[in-house]
């Protein structure tokens, strides 16, 4: 069983398209984030969310934006998406802000 | 804010010797966790071990080891015995275990190289 999943695991797309990366886990965790990996491997987080706050790294474009329906699930919305975008994109959830389990990873391309 | 720091862009060790890759951080918080992370060409991030700052009993699974000195803001990763499955790019990171849903502040990473 796959603990952490994200789909597409490729996403190529034109500037200026909105597009979404979704994510699940079925750990029963608590929390769950987006990461961005950059093409110097440089792992920043994006966003936490649990079912009572979501933070935000002051850093992130208004363009994204996470969106929860439940608590296994957090996706990201990207709009008018830019050539910087072009990143790998991981998600990763925990309990009581143990460790943390990734998923795949989603390597989005804008052309 | 705290910073991780991996001040080995790149390492290189024999297959079957010893290794050890460096991470120090700085944070003004005295309870937190530390980690490391293994990422393999496949990209997938895979915990490797894991230190809570509270214990001074440094933390060992199998092969993996650390040297966690909180003095020094020091946590070093030992692997033994390296194996060709151990090539990957290891990532240290840090977490504050206080309120809140704070991500992981990682390292940028060392890239681990074993020679057959």
């Known amino acids: 069983d796959t603990a952490v999943s994200q789909t597409p695991k490729y996403l190529v797309t034109q500037m200026g398209n909105d597009k979404s990366i979704k994510c699940e886990q079925n750990l029963g965790h608590d929390t769950m984030y987006w990461y961005k990996q950059d093409s110097k491997k440089f792992l920043k987080i994006m966003f936490s969310?649990?079912?009572?706050?979501?933070?935000i790294n002051e850093t992130v474009p208004n363009r994204f934006s996470p969106k929860s329906p439940d608590k296994a699930h957090l996706n990201l919305h990207i709009n008018s998406l830019e050539l910087g975008d072009s990143a790998v994109y991981f998600c990763?959830?925990?309990?009581?802000?143990?460790?943390?389990?990734f998923g795949p990873g989603t390597r989005l391309t804008v052309l | 804010a705290q910073t991780v720091t991996q001040s080995q862009p790149e390492m290189s060790v024999q297959e079957a010797e010893t290794v050890t890759l460096s991470c120090t951080y700085d944070t003004s918080e005295s309870d937190y966790y530390l980690f490391w992370y293994k990422q393999p060409p496949s990209r997938q991030m895979i915990l490797v071990i894991r230190q809570e700052a509270y214990k001074q009993q440094n933390a060992t699974e199998n092969r993996f080891s650390v040297n966690f000195q909180k003095a020094a803001k020091s946590f070093s990763l030992k692997i033994s015995d390296s194996q060709l499955g151990d090539a990957a790019m290891y990532f240290c990171?840090?977490?504050?275990?206080?309120?809140?849903?704070?991500?992981?502040?990682f390292g940028k990473g060392t890239h681990l190289i074993i020679q057959p």
């Open positions: 969310y649990n079912n009572k706050e979501l933070i």
């Open positions: 990171a840090f977490l504050y275990s206080g309120g809140g849903a704070d991500g992981l502040t």
């Open positions: 990763a959830s925990s309990h009581a802000r143990r460790e943390q389990f």
